[in-house]
């Protein structure tokens, strides 16, 4: 027998509360100015222009002491006002109460981390006249940034050594000077996956020289390094290698190897059993503590597991735990803190030094986190924290007080001039009984029993899931259409992450099947509530979501009134053949080629359940995209266009690839998207709108509705 679930409406506001007893007296001062972010006076509906400008905290890094922060801060474009390009990432610090901009405007900085001592920031960029992403440092004391050496590649990641007089970085190999000549006589032709240069490893000491020092390259490594971590003692080096620099051997062929620091040679190998994630030496130097998929078929990293530094089997700190391990960090005395998905939520668990007491410190679903680095005794903790009211802001945390995580920054005030449709998350079962988790944005304003239009919002992967944070995106409608009156359906169907790697397997050989059926046990759970219109539903998603909204829009085109697809495959045997992901879609999607179960993979493709179809369908894709091929969108959009009677359109964006970067991009793919609904689904109309946006129109619309 079928059952359903009697739903809760729960509270949107982070828990935020006074400080209590803080892990650092000089975080603890600075704590005292903190107010609570809670909504205020709300009076109007978000917008795209809105979606446009939103500000998020991309990356945290507290210091070693424990007294400053660092963060970077994404600040998108104006679109149609600045010039157009990706978003910046600004480099802020908070200390003493306040954050401070240290480098701001048009700049990119990434990977920012503190020196062992905590008095020197250091950062990768592209400044000035760089030609390649360089290594900077900035003193906390006072002082410009300066580059720490002059290399002619790009660098790939980087550490500092445990006594912060060396760091250790990841680059690509400079080209060499012959041949940069051959390609400025015009000999630039590519040898498709054969013609890579090899990274390499390199270590330079850390001087007050303006020239800087000089690095020494680390010869002879066995594939293509991707980063390095120094053991306490510093003579010896992780570094995570795969065999090239291909994608696909990236995500499933890197393992674990312990460098000498003197010889450069291999001294041990550490045989992580899947997909790779991130690895961190004890305290003591004598284990190696990473995370990793439980098998080569595993879709996620997500099992922490440890190993000896001198290599052998692995053990799984956790095993048959339902979750995903997201990140983790060893406290003095050795005991170890990670930081996990648990379903749509978060947990941050402790493990003894002994490996024997396991103790939960914070879970929450209202309020999750990402991002997270901790003071170098574990007594606090900084994270990107996000709910259904807020995008990603700085959070620090008091081991003493983990349930009283405070709140930092407010990087949007003007979203307490937005009213929000209420979010919750939305537990079902499916047809064959199994429980199923979702969050549903509720529509902003609702007649009393009245049904609504539905937006299905499909996740990519399928080994990703929906968190309960903030759910609105350029390409995900959110906010925006529960503004206009819809409900937003974000559905964790069989194949994501965040319930372990059971739930996680439950996809594999069987695109669009079981998981597919998964969506649509949920739709008939909201329509069975009272909530939906069942002949008003739409469905949108990118990559793997893509394939559900054209899966959607030709197998189950009875059930859906309009689709958006975004960089979606349309078909299984053509992507097989022009993805860089070809080997993770054999051993941890498919189970198999097409080579080996051609009826398969063709049952499975949309492009062959064309006649089927009747969903308007609005296509639209990264002419770049490396990872779904761009013909997949003009394969189905050519093959509507030839059965005729089906609106279709397709969008191609130049210069981007797996989804969108530039503001510009992403402003038209959100009018687009909103649009193509707003004429099928509110309007009813049979007809497709006109192709041309009349942006300064849409602009003015909706600053007034």
């Known amino acids: 027998m079928r059952r359903c679930l009697a739903q809760e409406r729960t509270a949107l506001c982070p828990r935020i509360a006074p400080a209590r007893s803080f892990g650092s007296a000089a975080l603890a001062m600075m704590l005292l100015g903190v107010a609570c972010f809670e909504g205020h006076a709300q009076n109007r509906a978000m917008t795209p222009e809105d979606v446009a400008r939103i500000r998020s905290v991309s990356t945290t890094q507290i210091s070693p002491p424990g007294n400053r922060i660092a963060y970077t801060l994404s600040v998108p474009k104006n679109p149609g006002v600045d010039k157009d390009g990706p978003a910046a990432s600004e480099l802020h610090v908070w200390e003493n109460g306040s954050s401070r901009p240290f480098i701001t405007g048009d700049v990119r900085i990434s990977q920012v981390k503190w020196s062992p001592d905590g008095e020197t920031l250091s950062y990768v960029a592209k400044r000035d006249d760089d030609k390649y992403s360089s290594l900077y440092l900035i003193p906390m004391g006072g002082g410009?940034?300066?580059?720490?050496?002059?290399?002619?590649?790009?660098?790939?990641?980087?550490?500092?050594?445990?006594?912060?007089?060396?760091?250790?970085?990841?680059?690509?190999?400079?080209?060499?000077?012959?041949?940069?000549?051959?390609?400025?006589?015009?000999?630039?032709?590519?040898?498709?996956?054969?013609?890579?240069?090899?990274?390499?490893?390199?270590?330079?000491?850390?001087?007050?020289?303006?020239e800087g020092a000089k690095p020494r390259a680390m010869e002879s490594l066995p594939g293509e390094p991707w980063s390095a971590t120094w053991s306490p003692d510093g003579t010896r080096l992780l570094v995570d290698i795969s065999p090239t620099p291909l994608v696909d051997d990236r995500y499933m062929y890197r393992r674990l190897h312990v460098l000498d620091v003197a010889t450069g040679t291999v001294q041990a190998k550490i045989e992580n059993p899947g997909k790779l994630g991130v690895a961190r030496w004890s305290p003591d130097g004598k284990?190696?503590?990473?995370?990793?998929?439980?098998?080569?078929?595993?879709?996620?990293?997500?099992?922490?597991m440890m190993a000896s530094a001198e290599g052998g089997q692995p053990t799984d700190l956790l095993p048959d735990f339902q979750a995903h391990v997201d990140d983790f960090h060893f406290s003095k005395g050795g005991s170890l803190t990670y930081l996990a998905s648990v379903g749509v939520g978060t947990r941050i668990g402790r493990i003894s030094p002994d490996r024997k007491d396991y103790e939960v410190v914070y879970e929450d679903t209202q309020l999750v986190f990402s991002g997270f680095s901790m003071s170098k005794d574990g007594s606090s903790a900084a994270l990107r924290g996000e709910s259904g009211s807020h995008p990603r802001e700085l959070f620090w945390l008091s081991m003493d007080a983990p349930d009283k995580p405070k709140r930092l920054t407010n990087s949007n005030?003007?979203?307490?001039?937005?009213?929000?449709?209420?979010?919750?998350?939305?537990?079902?079962?499916?047809?064959?009984?199994?429980?199923?988790?979702?969050?549903?944005?509720?529509?902003?304003?609702?007649?009393?029993?009245?049904?609504?239009?539905?937006?299905?919002?499909?996740?990519?992967?399928?080994e990703a899931h929906y968190s309960n944070g903030w759910l609105t995106a350029y390409s995900m409608p959110g906010q925006v259409a529960a503004g206009k009156g819809y409900a937003v359906f974000y559905p964790n169907y069989r194949g994501s992450t965040g319930r372990g790697v059971a739930y996680t397997k439950m996809h594999q050989g069987d695109a669009g099947g079981k998981e597919f059926d998964d969506v649509l046990?949920?739709?008939?759970?909201?329509?069975?509530?009272?909530?939906?219109?069942?002949?008003?539903?739409?469905?949108?998603?990118?990559?793997?979501?893509?394939?559900?909204?054209?899966?959607?829009?030709?197998?189950?085109?009875?059930?859906?009134?309009?689709?958006?697809?975004?960089?979606?495959?349309?078909?299984?045997?053509?992507?097989?053949?022009?993805?860089?992901?070809?080997?993770?879609?054999?051993?941890?999607?498919?189970?198999?080629?097409?080579?080996?179960?051609?009826?398969?993979?063709?049952?499975?493709?949309?492009?062959?359940?064309?006649?089927?179809?009747?969903?308007?369908?609005?296509?639209?894709?990264?002419?770049?995209?490396?990872?779904?091929?761009?013909?997949?969108?003009?394969?189905?959009?050519?093959?509507?266009?030839?059965?005729?009677?089906?609106?279709?359109?397709?969008v191609l964006y130049p210069g981007e690839g797996h989804g969108n970067r530039r503001a510009a991009s992403r402003y038209d793919y959100n009018l687009r998207m909103m649009r193509w609904f707003d004429h099928f689904l509110m309007k009813g109309n049979t007809e497709k709108p006109d192709f041309e946006i009349d942006y300064r129109f849409e602009k003015e619309e909706s600053a007034s509705s």
């Open 413 to 462: 005030p003007w979203l307490d001039e937005i009213s929000l449709g209420a979010q919750e998350v939305l537990p079902y079962y499916a047809a064959d009984d199994l429980l199923v988790e979702g969050l549903l944005i509720r529509p902003l304003a609702r007649e009393e029993n009245q049904r609504v239009p539905l937006i299905v919002v499909a996740h990519g992967g399928p």
């Open 287 to 304: 284990q190696i503590v990473f995370i990793s998929g439980e098998d080569i078929h595993d879709p996620a990293e997500g099992r922490l």
């Open 144 to 210: 410009e940034s300066r580059k720490l050496i002059e290399h002619g590649a790009s660098i790939r990641s980087y550490a500092w050594r445990p006594d912060g007089k060396a760091i250790a970085f990841v680059s690509s190999t400079p080209t060499p000077k012959d041949t940069k000549s051959l390609r400025d006589k015009g000999f630039t032709q590519q040898v498709y996956e054969e013609d890579w240069q090899p990274g390499q490893v390199s270590i330079v000491a850390v001087t007050d020289q303006p």
């Open 521 to 650: 046990d949920g739709i008939d759970h909201l329509i069975s509530t009272g909530l939906v219109d069942e002949n008003r539903v739409g469905i949108t998603g990118g990559s793997y979501g893509g394939f559900f909204t054209a899966w959607a829009s030709t197998r189950h085109s009875q059930r859906f009134a309009a689709g958006v697809m975004f960089v979606g495959i349309s078909d299984q045997l053509s992507k097989s053949g022009t993805t860089d992901i070809a080997h993770e879609m054999r051993l941890v999607h498919w189970l198999t080629t097409p080579y080996e179960n051609l009826p398969l993979f063709l049952e499975r493709s949309p492009v062959l359940h064309v006649n089927n179809s009747e969903t308007p369908l609005l296509i639209m894709h990264g002419k770049e995209d490396p990872r779904v091929d761009p013909g997949q969108s003009k394969e189905l959009f050519r093959a509507l266009k030839i059965k005729g009677d089906v609106p279709v359109r397709l």
